[in-house]
């Protein structure tokens, strides 16, 4: 397989006559498996919405998203349904934990999505949430909150994770350990990560950085050498 998405003249409009704006205006791109994709670009650029359409939460009004091969813009409701709970996980900016359900439980409460879940105890391990498994979200720092979602999006083993602003609540040292887990789970699992971000660290660390403007593509630099987080200049 050589590109997990092909984007083609992807193309939304929200609102109509005097309200109405053109997000999308024909996006083109793809993208390899495994790679570490970041999608930058100032605010109201069409970032989230481009994020949401590649996970099946919003739909285009022209254009083609390719996934494996098969087209989700053409997908009915139950197709893109399933598409979303088996293929992709999302990790947002505000965490969105349950909070009456401890860290573990929030994350079990997402493996039932799978056939074929994580283990729990592994997930812990690399999520370095181990000693805080029994804790409720409120009893957590908002950097360990932002791993339980990690986890949430991780334990039905979707080869994708979609991430809109991961960091964006978070100060310096907890974004600098979210790169490290992003990095970590990227190496470990092999898992294809879509991050939006304003985090300057994070597009260092990428294969492939998308820029977007006035609804169009403006940078897309492929290929570029992973630069490790070790090798940050933090
Ligand atoms: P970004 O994530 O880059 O900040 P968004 O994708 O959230 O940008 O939004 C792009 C533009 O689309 C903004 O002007 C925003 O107001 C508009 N927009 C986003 N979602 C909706 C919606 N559901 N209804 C109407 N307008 C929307
Ligand atoms: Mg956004």
Known sequence: MKHLYKVKNLKKTFGRGEGKTDVLKGI???IRKGEIVTILGPSGSG??????????????????????????????KKE???????????VFQFYNLLGDLTAKENIESCAYLSGDPMDLEEIMETLELSEHQNKFPRQLSGGQQQRVAFGRALVKK???????EPTGALDYKRAKEILLLLERINRTY??????VTHNENIKDMAHHVIKLRDGVIAEDYKNRELKRAKDINW
């Not at 893109?80 to 999302?90: D, H, I, T």
Request: charged share 25%; aromatic share 8%; net charge neutral.
């Open 28 to 30: 083109d791109f793809k």
């Open 47 to 76: 970032k989230s919405t481009l994020l949401h359409i590649l996970g099946g939460l919003d739909t285009a009004d022209d254009g083609t998203v390719f996934y494996k091969g098969r087209d989700i813009t053409v997908m009915n």
């Open 80 to 90: 893109r349904m399933l598409y979303r709970r088996n293929e992709v996980g999302f």
């Open 158 to 164: 979707s080869g994708v994770l979609l991430c809109d």
């Open 190 to 195: 092999g898992t294809t990560l879509i991050i």
